[in-house]
C-alpha cells in the first residue's frame, strides 16, 4: 500500500470558476481518501474561503508584481520546508512562477503544474523549467502541450469530476424518478408547464462561451415552435448587454430567458428538456458532466475536450465550430423528437453512472498513480 500524501495545492486567481471548482472537489476527494491536502492562494480569493470552511488548512499570498513574486518564492520555501510536502500542485503562471520555483528550492521532491486550458502555452518556463511533471483534463490539452514541446511522457491526464447531485441521494431506491421529480418543481418554479420545450445553457456570459451564436442558432426555432423556449444562466458583461438587444433584434424576447447568476444552477438543469452549449473553446467542461448526470440530453460544438466529455450519438450531437445551421439541425432535431431527448437523456445518465474516470474514487486513483509514479521515476520511491 502507498503510504498518503502530503500536498499543497496553489492558485492565484480570486474569481470560482471551472478551474477553482476543479480544485475544491480534488482537494475533497484527495482528502476522501486519506491524503493531507492543503491549498496556497491570494487573500480574499473565493477558493481559499470554501476551503477553510470545508477544513483545509489555507495560505495566503499576495501575488503579482516582481517584489511580490521575489518574496514569495522565499516565502514559499520555507513553507514547504517547515511542512514537508510530498508534492506541490500549482495552477495558473502567477502561482507557478511563485510556488513551483519556490518548491523547487524547498527541495519538495515533487512539483506539477496543471493545465485547465486550451489556450496556446506563450512560455515554456511553468511547463518545463520550474515543474517537474505536467497535469491536465484532456487528451486534447495533452496534444497541444507535446506539440509545444513538452515530452508526452511527463503528461498526465485527470478528468474533472463528476458529482452526482446531492438532492438525489435521498431517493436512493430510484433516482431516476427523483430527478423526474426534480425537474416536474424546477419547472413550476420557472414557469414552464409540461407542453412548453425548454433548452437550457448555464455557463459564465464570455464571449468564448458562444451564447450569441447559440442565439442565433435558435432564434429560427422559437420563431417556428412558440412552445421552445430558451433559459440561460449565467452572468457577466458586455455579453448580457448583447444578448438583450439581440434577442430583441431577432424578434424572441418572450421566449429567451436571461437569468444571470443562479445558486443551484445543476438543479436547475434537471428542469431543461436539452442542454445546449456553442463554446468556441473548451479543455474538457464539467458542465457537460452534470447534464448528463440530470438526464438531459446535449448539443454542443466539436472543439477541444469536449467530445471526451460526452457519448457522441448517444447522449450528445455535435455541430462543427461556425456552422450554424448544423447547430440549427441538431438543436431541431431534439425539439422536435420528444422520444429521442429521452432515449439520450436517459442514455447519459446511465453512461454518469458507469463512468469510473470522472468518480471522485476514479479521479484519485489516476491522481495517485500519476503522483507515485513521478515520485518514483525522480529517484524519491513510493512514498
Known sequence: MNKPLKILHTEAAKGLGGQE????RHMLAMRERGHDVSLLCQPGARLGEIAHEAGFTVHRLKMGGLLRLLRGIW?????????????VNTTSRRDSLIAAAGARLGRTPLVVRSRHLMSPVNSLLTYTGLPHRVMTVSSFVKQLLVARGIAEAHIGIVPPIAVPPQWTQAHSEDPWQCLRDTRAEVRRELGFD??????????????PKGHIELLHAIAPLCRQHRHLQLVIVGD???VMDRLIALRRELGVEAQVHLLGYRHGACRLMAGFDIFALATHKEAAGTVFLEAAYVGVPIVATRVGGVPEMVLEGSNAMLAPLGDRAAL???????????EQRQRMGRAGWEWMRSAQRFTPAGHTEATEHYYHQWLKELGHGQR
Open 194 to 207: 409540461d407542453d412548453q420545450v425548454v433548452v437550457g445553457c448555464v455557463a459564465v456570459l464570455r464571449e
Open 236 to 238: 457577466g458583461q458586455p
Open 75 to 87: 516565502t514559499v520555501a520555507r513553507l514547504v520546508r517547515a511542512q514537508g510536502y510530498d508534492v
Open 328 to 338: 440549427t439541425l441538431a438543436l431541431q432535431a431534439l425539439v422536435e423528437q420528444p
Open 21 to 24: 471548482i476543479y480544485i475544491y
